[in-house]
């Protein structure tokens, strides 16, 4: 069963507006964390943002702010006042805990256009 | 402080070739993972470490080996390579706290042609 669904292959949005991406999971653990990893064309994956299962607040980094919605196992990255610099693919990530361990594993990606 | 490091960054193998993708990390981190990216798509994670000589397997385990014998260093091997496995590998390292979950640091990655 897939556990991370990110159901918009690509976006685009004028430059300056806000934009949402979507994730949602799948997990019976209480506890787990999400992340929104950023991917330019150069290929690095950058971290962007991260909300653990417990916080009770949604997690915002600068422009970035996740929309968590625990009973809807959703974990939306909202960007705000995009830039041209933000055209990237996007990946939302759970992380669960796991006897022994713990497991990452990445929706398909969102690939989000800015445009001028 | 390095992070991530992988080699090589390239890598063009035959059809039956094994090699030995690198990854090694100098931050202490307990957690490493192997992750490839075929194109246009997501990473898929293949096998992960606690620590050292803990491994388990991921999503996409098959036609890899990996061993973890120091904290710093966690190689995947192919043991036969096939044309399926051309990727890009992502290898990735992250601490293990009590908080139970960090961010993941990711290396450059490795892109893999098997013709």
């Known amino acids: 069963a897939q556990k991370i669904t990110q159901t918009q292959p690509g976006m685009f949005v004028q430059e300056k507006e806000a934009v949402t991406l979507d994730c949602t999971y799948d997990?019976?653990?209480?506890?787990?964390?999400l992340f929104w990893y950023k991917q330019p064309s150069s290929g690095e994956m950058i971290f962007l943002i991260y909300q653990g299962s417990y916080d009770q607040q949604n997690a915002t980094e600068g422009r970035y702010s996740l929309n968590f919605q625990k009973a809807r196992k959703s974990a939306n990255l909202v960007i705000s006042a995009s830039q041209l610099g933000d055209s990237a693919m996007y990946f939302c990530a759970m992380r669960e805990a796991y006897t022994g361990g713990f497991k990452t594993i990445f929706g398909a990606g969102t690939r989000l256009f800015v445009k001028a | 402080n390095a992070g991530v490091t992988q080699t090589p960054k390239f890598q063009v193998l035959k059809t039956g070739q094994s090699m030995t993708l690198q990854c090694a990390q100098d931050m202490n981190h307990e957690y490493m993972s192997w992750y490839r990216q075929d194109p246009g798509m997501g990473l898929r994670l293949i096998h992960y470490s606690v620590g050292a000589g803990i491994t388990d397997q991921g999503e996409v385990p098959n036609g890899y080996n990996v061993s973890r014998s120091t904290t710093e260093d966690f190689p995947l091997r192919l043991l036969s390579a096939a044309p399926s496995q051309t990727s890009v590998y992502f290898c990735?390292?992250?601490?293990?706290?009590?908080?139970?979950?960090?961010?993941?640091?990711f290396g450059p990655g490795t892109r893999l042609t098997v013709t």
């Open positions: 997990t019976s653990d209480p506890s787990y964390g």
């Open positions: 990735a390292s992250s601490p293990v706290g009590t908080e139970t979950f960090d961010e993941q640091y």
